[in-house]
C-alpha cells in the first residue's frame, strides 16, 4: 500500500464543476454577487482539508468454475460495470481518497452557527476537491504505465456494491484515519471516495 | 420514409417510442441477448413488438442494439450480422401496424483510445456494416442509443451519415446522476458538439429513472437546436436474489411525463426495466399533444470529452505544442512519443491555459494516425479542447472528423478558396474557425484588415454559416521588422464592436526584439483593454502572465454576472443580496408602526414567499435560496421574540436518519423551514430511530421531517415510520434525499415526498392546524 499527501492547493478545480455543483446551473462560473463568499469558503477549504490517499495494485485472480465476478485480494467484484470495465483487467488498482475531518466539523460549525450559506458552500467545494484529488491520482497512474486503464469506477456507481465500500475501509481505512457505516456502508470523514481501475494488456 | 417527411410530423406531435426489449425478455424468462433471441425465437421478439404497438407506440425500435459487428464478435455471432439486422427489421415491420421503424445501433461497449483501445476508423467501420443493411431494409429513422462516449457516438453518426443524406437520424448519450458520461461529456457539450452535425434530433435514453433524468435533459434541451429524444429507465435496478428488478411501476413513470413535454421532448419512450404497460401510461398522458417551442440559448465554446470553454470570458490557448525551434518536441512528434507531448500539454494546463494550440510542425513526417491519436491522448488525458493548427486539408478534415467534440481550427485567411475549404469542414465535422483578418498579401493596417472582415462576413453568409461559428485573428506582425502594433489594436475594437470574437498570436508582436516577455506583457494589456477575446500565448511565461491577470482585473472581465432579480420591494431585494443589516434596520422601522405579528404576516411572510415562487420558477439559484432563508431568518427570530406565545407557526422536528452521515440537504431544509416562521428541532445525523421517535412523542410538532441520501438508509425511515404507527402518533412525515421518490416515499410510510428544498414549505402550508 502506498500512502501520500497532495497539498489541496495543487488540485485544480475547473470554477464550472463547483458552479455546478452549488446549483448554479448553466452559468459555468460562479456570479459577481457570490464571488467573496466561494472565495472565503475556498479559502477554508484549502486551509484546513488534508487530502490523502491510500492506494494498492492487486493481481486479478483467474475466477473458478461457475464464478462470474473479478477476484482480487479476498473480494468478488460483481455487476455488469465491472465486468464491462474490469473484465480483462490483469490487475486492478484500488484506491481511498479522504479529505479529512476537519472539513466535516467546520460545515458543521458554519450550520449551528445559522450561517448555511458557508456550511452549503464548503461542503460543496469539498465535494468536487475529493473528485479532483481522485483524478489527479487517475492521471498520475495513466501516465506512469504502459497497461490500458478502465474508467475509474466506484461502488454504489450503476451496478457495483456500494458493500464493497466495507473492504476498502478494512484495507486502508486505518493508515488513513477513514471508516465506514457497516450498514449504509457510508463513509466518515464525508469527503471520501473509493475507485477500482482495471489495467489490460 | 424520408427524412423531411418524419421531421415534418415531428414539428406536428410527439411520438411515443416503445420500451425496454432486453430487460423485458429477461423478466420473460429468456437468458439470452435478443439477437440470439431473434435467431432462435423470433416469435417473441414480434410478439413483444405487437404489444408496444398495442401499447400505444407509434415507433418501434428493432432488436439490433447489440448487433454491431464488434459486440457480435464478443458473443460468437458476428457471422449472423446481416441475417439478424435484415430479419429484425422485417420482424418489427411485420409487427408494427403502422407505426415507424427505428433502425437501432447501440454502442459496441469498448472504450476509445486512450481509456480503451478502439480507434475512431474499428467503431466507424463496424456501425458502418450495420447501418447499410437498416438502409437497404428502408427503416424510417436510425437511432444511436445508450452510448457512453462522445467520440463513439460520433463515429456512429459518421458511419450512418456518410451512408446516407436521406435518413433520419438520432443521436443519444447516457449520463450518470452528476450528469454526465462515463468518459466526462455533460450534456451542453453534448448539445453544442452535435449540433454542429447534420443530425436530427439528440437526446438521453438509459442509467437512470425519469425524476433523475428530467434536469439533465432539460440542461440539454437548454442548449440544442434538434429535435429532442428520451427514453428514462424505470428506475435503478435492485438485486432481489437472482432476479433484477425496477422500481419505478408505470403510473410513477408517467408523473414525469409531462415535465418532459414541457422541456420539449419530441419523441418519448422508455428503457430498461419498462414493458408495454409503461408504454401504455406514457400514451395515455402524452396522447396526441403538439412539441412545445424551445427557447434555445448559444454557446461561444469548445470543448474536449469532459470540458468546455467558453469565450465569453478572456480565452488563454497555450501556444506551446509547436514544433518550431523545440527538439525535444520535434523528436517526439518524430518518435510518436506521444507521452512527452501530454506532458508539455499538462504542462501548460497547470499554468493556467484553458485550451491548447496543436501544431505538427513539418506535417508530412507525421503519419496522420499518429496525429488521430495524439489528439485523443490530449483531449482525454489533460480535457483541454484543441486549436487544431494543421495546414493539410486533408489532415485538418481527417483529424476533424475525429476530433472528440467541438474544435478550434487554427486557421483560413480571407482568401475565397482557401476560407470556404476550411469552412466548409466547420459546417461538415464542426467547431469554431480562426480566420485571419487578411487577403493574399499581409496587411498594412487597419484599413487592410477591415476590407478582409467584410469579405469574410459576406462568404460566411454565402455558405449559410452564422457568426458564432468564427473567431477574427486581427494578425499581429513583428513590430522589429517596422509594423504598427496600433493597427492591431484597432482592428480589436472595431471588431469587437461589431460582437465578434478574436485571438491572436500574442508572441508574432515581439519577433527578433531583446525582452519579448515585457513587450508581449504591454501589448496584451492593449489588446485587452480594448476588447480581445482571447489569445494563443504562453502560458509559462510568468510576466506577461502577470500582465494577463492584472488586465483582465482592470477591465473587470474575469467575472460573469447572473440575472438579476429586482423586485419593488425592498425587503425582497435586502433578503435576496444576504443584506442582513439593512433587513433589520426595515425592520425595525416597520416595528416602529405595526404590531409584531402584522410584520410577519404582512412582510416578512410575502417575501419568503415569492422567494420561494422565484426559486420554483427557476429564476434564482439554490445559494440564492439559501443566502436568503439564513437572512430572512434573523428578521423572523427578531419579531417573533416580540411575540408573547412566541409568534411562530408550529414547530417541526428535522433529522438525517441512522446510518447517513450526509446532512447538507437537511440542514438547507432546516432553515428554509426556519426562514418561514416555523420553529425547527434539528436532531441532526445519524440519527437512531428510536430517537427520533422519542422527539416527535415529546415535542408534538406540526411535521416530522427525514432524511435519507443513500440507498442503504432509506429503509429507515420505515422503522420510523412503524414505530409512530405503533405509539399512535398522528404526525405527518415529509421525506426527501437522493435515494428518494414519490412511490418509494410511500411505500416506506411516508405522507410527502419532498423533492427539492422548498416541497416542505408548500406542505408545511398546506397543513390544517
Keep these: 500500500m502506498e500512502i501520500f499527501e497532495i497539498p489541496p492547493k495543487d488540485v485544480e478545480i475547473p470554477q464550472r464543476a463547483i458552479a455546478a455543483r452549488m446549483g448554479f446551473k448553466g452559468v459555468g462560473e460562479i456570479p459577481d454577487e457570490f464571488r467573496h463568499r466561494y472565495d472565503e469558503a475556498m479559502s477554508i477549504a484549502m486551509e484546513i482539508t488534508k487530502p490523502v490517499v491510500a492506494i494498492e495494485n492487486f493481481p486479478v485472480y483467474p475466477p473458478k468454475i461457475s464464478q462470474k465476478g473479478i477476484f482480487i485480494d479476498t473480494i468478488e467484484i460483481t455487476g455488469t460495470l465491472a465486468k464491462s470495465q474490469l473484465g480483462k483487467s490483469v490487475e486492478i488498482t484500488a484506491m481511498l481518497v479522504t479529505l479529512g475531518s476537519a472539513l466535516d466539523d467546520k460545515i458543521n460549525e458554519f450550520h449551528e452557527d445559522g450561517e448555511e450559506l458557508k456550511s452549503f458552500m464548503l461542503d460543496a467545494i469539498g465535494s468536487e476537491l475529493v473528485e479532483y484529488v481522485a483524478r489527479r491520482i487517475d492521471g498520475n497512474l495513466r501516465s506512469k504505465t504502459k497497461l490500458k486503464g478502465s474508467a475509474r469506477i466506484a461502488p454504489g456507481y450503476v451496478d457495483l456494491p456500494i458493500s464493497l465500500n466495507a473492504w476498502f475501509t478494512s484495507k486502508f481505512g486505518e493508515a488513513i484515519s477513514v471508516k465506514s457505516d457497516p450498514q449504509s456502508f457510508t463513509f466518515l470523514p464525508r469527503k471520501t471516495i473509493s475507485a477500482f481501475i482495471g489495467w489490460s494488456n | ?769
Design chain 2, 1 to 769: 420514409m424520408n427524412r423531411k417527411a418524419f421531421a415534418d410530423i415531428l414539428k406536428e406531435r410527439v411520438l411515443i417510442l416503445d420500451g425496454a426489449y432486453g430487460t423485458e425478455f429477461m423478466r420473460r424468462g429468456f437468458k439470452k441477448s435478443p439477437e440470439e433471441i431473434l435467431l432462435e425465437h423470433p416469435e417473441a421478439i414480434k410478439k413483444l413488438h405487437e404489444e408496444y404497438v398495442k401499447s400505444g407506440a407509434n415507433a418501434l425500435l428493432t432488436s439490433t442494439f447489440g448487433a454491431n459487428p464488434i459486440k457480435l464478435s464478443k458473443i460468437g455471432l458476428e457471422s449472423h450480422h446481416d441475417e439478424i439486422v435484415r430479419n429484425a427489421v422485417k420482424i418489427a415491420k411485420d409487427a408494427s401496424k403502422g407505426a415507424f421503424i427505428l433502425g437501432d445501433i447501440g454502442p459496441t461497449g469498448d472504450l476509445p483510445y486512450p481509456i480503451g483501445e478502439r480507434s475512431f476508423d474499428e467503431y466507424y467501420n463496424s456501425f458502418q456494416r450495420t447501418a447499410k443493411i437498416l438502409l437497404e431494409e428502408e427503416v424510417d429513422a436510425i437511432i444511436l442509443e445508450t452510448f457512453t462516449d462522445i467520440l463513439e457516438l460520433k463515429a456512429a453518426y459518421f458511419a450512418v451519415r456518410d451512408l446516407s443524406k436521406d435518413i433520419f437520424l438520432i443521436a443519444h448519450l447516457t449520463f450518470d446522476e452528476n450528469g454526465r458520461t462515463l468518459t466526462g461529456t455533460e450534456p451542453v457539450n453534448f448539445a453544442i458538439t452535435f449540433d454542429d452535425l447534420d443530425v436530427d434530433a439528440i437526446g438521453i435514453n438509459c442509467s437512470l429513472g425519469p425524476e433523475e433524468m428530467l434536469p439533465i435533459f432539460e440542461e440539454l434541451s437548454k442548449y440544442t437546436h434538434k429535435f429532442l429524444t428520451v427514453e428514462p429507465d424505470a428506475g435503478k435496478p435492485i438485486l432481489k436474489g437472482d432476479i433484477v428488478e425496477y422500481p419505478i411501476k408505470p403510473d410513477e413513470f408517467a408523473i414525469h411525463m409531462d415535465s418532459y413535454w414541457e422541456a420539449g421532448a419530441n419523441i418519448i419512450g422508455s428503457c430498461c426495466g419498462s414493458n408495454p404497460a409503461h408504454t401504455s401510461k406514457i400514451s395515455t398522458i402524452i396522447g396526441k399533444r403538439s412539441p412545445v417551442e424551445r427557447d434555445e440559448k448559444r454557446l461561444f465554446a469548445i470543448s474536449s470529452p469532459s470540458s468546455i470553454v467558453n469565450f465569453d470570458k478572456f480565452v488563454l490557448i497555450g501556444e506551446r505544442l509547436n514544433p518550431a525551434g523545440k527538439k525535444k518536441l520535434t523528436e517526439a512528434m518524430r518518435g510518436e512519443n506521444i507521452d512527452y507531448i501530454v506532458d508539455q500539454a499538462r504542462e501548460q494546463i497547470d499554468k493556467g491555459a484553458h485550451s491548447l494550440d496543436l501544431n505538427f510542425g513539418v506535417e508530412q513526417t507525421i503519419s496522420k494516425d499518429f496525429m488521430s491519436k495524439v489528439v485523443a491522448a490530449i483531449t482525454y488525458k489533460t480535457g483541454s479542447p484543441l486549436s487544431l493548427d494543421i495546414q493539410t486539408p486533408e489532415l485538418l478534415e481527417f483529424i476533424m472528423k475525429r476530433y472528440p467534440g467541438r474544435p478550434l481550427v487554427n486557421s483560413a485567411r480571407a482568401v475565397d478558396e482557401e476560407f470556404f475549404k476550411r469552412a466548409n469542414f466547420i459546417k461538415k465535422y464542426g467547431g469554431i474557425l480562426i480566420t485571419l483578418s487578411m487577403g493574399e498579401q499581409v496587411p498594412e493596417n487597419f484599413e487592410d484588415r477591415k476590407v478582409s472582415i467584410n469579405h469574410v462576413l459576406e462568404m460566411l453568409d454565402s455558405i449559410g454559416l452564422s457568426k458564432d461559428r468564427i473567431i477574427f485573428d486581427p494578425i499581429v506582425l513583428a513590430i522589429g521588422a517596422g509594423a504598427d502594433a496600433r493597427e492591431t489594436i484597432k482592428t480589436i475594437s472595431y471588431l469587437d464592436s461589431m460582437g465578434l470574437k478574436t485571438t491572436f498570436g500574442l508572441s508574432n508582436v515581439s519577433f527578433g526584439m531583446p525582452d519579448r516577455s515585457y513587450i508581449n506583457g504591454a501589448f496584451l494589456t492593449m489588446a485587452i483593454l480594448n476588447g480581445l477575446s482571447s489569445a494563443i500565448m504562453n502560458p509559462l511565461d510568468e510576466i506577461v502572465m502577470g500582465n494577463l491577470k492584472s488586465s483582465l482585473l482592470l477591465s473587470k472581465r474575469s467575472q460573469i454576472e447572473i440575472e438579476r432579480v429586482q423586485g419593488t420591494d425592498e425587503l425582497l431585494n435586502f433578503v435576496l443580496t444576504g443584506a442582513e443589516e439593512k433587513l433589520l434596520d426595515e425592520v425595525d422601522a416597520l416595528l416602529k408602526t405595526q404590531e409584531p405579528v402584522s410584520v410577519i404576516e404582512k412582510h416578512l411572510k410575502p417575501v419568503m414567499d415569492k422567494v420561494g415562487d422565484l426559486y420554483g420558477e427557476g429564476k434564482i439559484f439554490l445559494p440564492q435560496l439559501i443566502l436568503a432563508a439564513q437572512t430572512a431568518q434573523k428578521a423572523f427570530e427578531k419579531v417573533q421574540k416580540l411575540i408573547p406565545s412566541g409568534g411562530d407557526y408550529g414547530q417541526f422536528i428535522i433529522a438525517t436518519v441512522k446510518g447517513d452521515v450526509h446532512d447538507i440537504g437537511k440542514n438547507i431544509v432546516a432553515t428554509i423551514v426556519k426562514s418561514a416562521g416555523y420553529k425547527v428541532l434539528d436532531l441532526g445525523r445519524d440519527v437512531p430511530s428510536e430517537k427520533i421517535v422519542d422527539m416527535a412523542e415529546k415535542e408534538r410538532p406540526i411535521m416530522v421531517g427525514l432524511s435519507a441520501m443513500m440507498t442503504t438508509t432509506a429503509p429507515r425511515i420505515k422503522d420510523v415510520t412503524d414505530e409512530m404507527k405503533k405509539r399512535h402518533l398522528q404526525i405527518p412525515v415529509i421525506v426527501g434525499g437522493a435515494s428518494l421518490n414519490e412511490s418509494l416515499a410511500k411505500e416506506l410510510g411516508a405522507d410527502f415526498y419532498a423533492k427539492s428544498a422548498t416541497d416542505a414549505i408548500k406542505y408545511l402550508k398546506a397543513l390544517k392546524i
